[in-house]
T-cell receptor, first 111, second 112 residues
Framework: EPEVTQTPSHQVTQMGQEVILRCVPISNHLYFYWYRQILGQKVEFLVSFYNNEISEKSEIFDDQFSVERPDGSNFTLKIRSTKLEDSAMYFC?????????FGPGTRLTVT | GENVEQHPSTLSVQEGDSAVIKCTYSDSASNYFPWYKQELGKRPQLIIDIRSNVGEKKDQRIAVTLNKTAKHFSLHITETQPEDSAVYFCAASTTGGFKTIFGAGTRLFVKA
């Protein structure tokens, strides 16, 4: 069964540094998403992406965040200048219509 | 803004008993309600969903009910097993919408 994949599984970075989190959605899916989950808390919506543009974004997704689909398979989340509070598990998801299929996540630790 | 409330936050049951998790949503335009199971250190996985034109849906030991008037929906797990132990999240979205809002999660413990 096809799955969403994400790299790296764990990223440690210093405050103020840029990070890029990478995702490969399921190949026939058209909708792509980023969610984050701070340890032990709820899954929070960041952004959705469809037809090569952002469809919706949350208040969390400020100017420090950006997404890109640089080619036909990858979907990336960039955080320009990381803050301590950006430490979380970041999940990429994709869907064909409804129902999200999550990747395994990237644990981002900002020190 | 949209909000999904979920109760209880923790639920402990004896193996073989039933477990019920309840959610309410605020956005009356919501018409799709998925449930996700997240085992420790793993990704959330879709286990069942229901659409607003249906009041109840069942899949083996799990069932979901929806009361659109009251904006309530619930997950029922019967004959619980230790492998049902996980965090369960309810969620709500609109068809064609691009944002799924999650509840805070219920940590289910099934004691053998």
């Amino acid at each position: 069964e096809p799955e969403v994949t994400q790299t790296p599984s764990h990223q440690v970075t210093q405050m103020g540094q840029e990070v890029i989190l990478r995702c490969v959605p399921i190949s026939n899916h058209l909708y792509f998403y980023w969610y984050r989950q701070i340890l032990g808390q709820k899954v929070e919506f960041l952004v959705s992406f469809y037809n090569n543009e952002i469809s919706e974004k949350s208040e969390i997704f400020d100017d420090q965040f950006s997404v890109e689909r640089p080619d036909g398979s990858n979907f990336t989340l960039k955080i320009r200048s990381t803050k301590l509070e950006d430490s979380a598990m970041y999940f990429c998801a994709s869907s064909e219509a409804e129902g999200l299929y999550f990747g395994p996540g990237t644990r981002l630790t900002v020190t | 803004g949209e909000n999904v409330e979920q109760h209880p936050s923790t639920l402990s049951v004896q193996e073989g008993d039933s477990a019920v998790i309840k959610c309410t949503y605020s956005d009356s335009a919501s018409n799709y309600f998925p449930w996700y199971k997240q085992e420790l250190g793993k990704r959330p996985q879709l286990i069942i969903d229901i659409r607003s034109n249906v009041g109840e849906k069942k899949d083996q030991r799990i069932a979901v009910t929806l009361n659109k008037t009251a904006k309530h929906f619930s997950l029922h797990i019967t004959e619980t097993q230790p492998e049902d132990s996980a965090v369960y999240f309810c969620a709500a979205s609109t068809t064609g919408g691009f944002k799924t809002i999650f509840g805070a999660g219920t940590r289910l413990f099934v004691k053998a």
